[in-house]
């Protein structure tokens, strides 16, 4: 957790740059000439920018086999794309959410959660080619040329409120131009893109549309804490299935392969031990509280509020939006330091301030008011902040309770009662928790894939969850030496 809203800025302006010089340019697919807002290496200079804000928001995945893989296959499937010349760049998200998406200038991103829900080699590259396509066609510029800076994606999209963009908006400020859905004619496109790259490095390029299959019986379109999932952001262009089932019929008659590569084994062996879910280590509610293990902190979670963790900072809100709490770190070493700092960069008018002591932590705490215009109405908007800072481990630690002036006084104890119970964590069975992790076994005699579930020990209530993490049926026939994913510590 760190304050990135200078980094931010920084971003912004660039974006702001590049966005207001436009320019005619050939689409690299199509051979035709398209109104564009930014050249090549305006594109490539936004995704360099782009990128450690992805990461810091998100977290990076650390596998460095698989990396190694992706990047391998991603630069040999580049070199006969329609961008031979461009360098990409390929990430692996620590994030359970089903997500791949791509950056302009050639940065992909894919989650661990995609990771673990493909099957083999194939799938991965139909969706590493169609992620490609949306670059290679410039799907990516052009989408994000058209769209305004600074939307927000915030807690399950309950606060859309301006008037928390400075408190909301440290992690997430800008980062809804990641997330912006493409036209059922990009879709199209981008699937035709995937099937012939993943068919031009030899991959059964079917594959993709039985993963889509998959994500379909997922329900996917629900939230995952504010982060669309893979379908939201990639809306089903109609009979997507059928569509890329003939494409891939296509490419394999004319490129007339002998042997089409799917990997199923090479594939499973890879992900065997990556951490499947949420993982804990990281941060984790239990009954109201929020734990952190690796930074050994607590503090209480009010009831019915919402939270999201990532590696910049925990948010909490409640199901109205009329208040929220932003937890995250200072760059400063002493608490005084991190609240003059802290409250001046926020333009905040500071109404009271005192030293103090957090279950035996130094602290300075703050009330603090931000009156503005509001841009729509017009009318002054009042918000009340009440801020801690506690010095803890060699860091400061910040709290930011937020709401407008005339509902502060019905929060203040809510805000005052979490963070005053920030504390260090010494329970052994808080700090020792694991992640789930996906692990490969090896069927051992021919039956259905439950008898083979139930042989291996998975409880009969996650039995549906992890034949879809197979894509295949509970009644299935599974033949000895079959390879499967459970889940386990």
């Known amino acids: 957790m760190m304050n990135p809203i200078k980094e931010l800025a920084k971003i912004i302006l660039v974006f702001t740059a590049i966005l207001m010089v436009p320019s005619c340019a050939v689409n690299p697919v199509t051979g035709k000439k398209q109104l564009m807002l930014m050249s090549e290496a305006q594109e490539i200079e936004m995704g360099k920018q782009y990128d450690p804000q992805v990461i810091s928001t998100f977290g990076q995945y650390q596998d460095d086999q698989l990396l190694q893989f992706i990047q391998i296959k991603g630069e040999e499937m580049g070199k006969l794309s329609h961008r031979p010349n461009l360098q990409y760049h390929f990430r692996i998200l620590d994030t359970p959410v089903i997500n791949a998406f791509a950056v302009p200038g050639g940065y992909i991103y894919l989650t661990r959660g995609i990771l673990a829900q493909f099957n083999n080699e194939a799938e991965l590259m139909g969706v590493l080619g169609h992620e490609m396509g949306h670059i290679t066609a410039r799907h990516t510029v052009s989408n994000q040329s058209k769209q305004q800076l600074g939307q927000l994606i915030l807690i399950g999209g309950m606060i859309a409120s301006e008037e928390f963009r400075d408190f909301a908006g440290y992690a997430m400020q800008g980062m809804q131009l990641l997330f912006l859905k493409f036209s059922r004619d990009n879709e199209r496109e981008a699937d035709q893109l995937g099937v012939e790259y993943a068919s031009k490095i030899q991959y059964d390029a079917q594959k993709m549309a039985d993963f889509f299959n998959v994500l379909k019986k997922m329900n996917m379109a629900s939230s995952h804490g504010g982060i669309p999932t893979f379908l939201s952001t990639h809306p089903d262009p109609g009979d997507r299935y059928n569509a890329v089932t003939q494409q891939a019929s296509e490419w394999k008659t004319n490129l007339g392969y002998s042997d089409w590569k799917i990997n199923e084994t090479s594939y499973l062996q890879m992900i065997d031990g990556m951490v499947y879910g949420e993982d804990p280590r990281q941060g984790y509610v239990d009954s109201n509280v929020f734990y952190h293990p690796e930074m050994k902190f607590s503090f209480p979670v009010p009831a019915g509020w919402k939270l999201e963790n990532s590696p910049l900072q ?15 770190l200072a760059q400063q070493k002493s608490a005084q330091e991190a609240a003059e700092a802290t409250l001046q960069e926020l333009k ?8 103090e002591m957090v279950n ?10 931000q009156v503005s215009q509001n841009q729509q109405t017009g009318q002054q908007q009042a918000l009340k902040v009440m801020s801690y800072f506690i010095e803890y481990g060699g860091q400061v630690y910040v709290f930011h309770g937020v709401s407008s002036d005339a509902d502060f006084n019905s929060f203040a104890r809510l805000f005052e009662s979490t963070m005053k119970s920030f504390n260090q964590l010494t329970d052994a069975s808080k700090l020792n928790v694991n992640p789930k992790r996906i692990r490969i076994k090896k069927v051992q005699q021919n039956g259905t894939l439950a008898e083979a579930f139930r042989y291996f020990g998975v409880p009969q209530n996650k039995m549906n969850e992890l034949a879809l993490l197979n894509n295949l049926e509970l009644s299935d026939l599974i033949q000895s030496g079959k390879l499967l994913k459970i889940v386990g510590e």
């Open 314 to 328: 925990v948010q909490m809100a409640p199901e109205d939006g009329r208040a929220m709490m932003v937890f995250m």
């Open 348 to 355: 905040l008018t500071v109404l009271e301030t005192k030293r």
């Open 360 to 369: 035996g932590l130094p602290a300075v705490a703050a009330i603090s008011q």
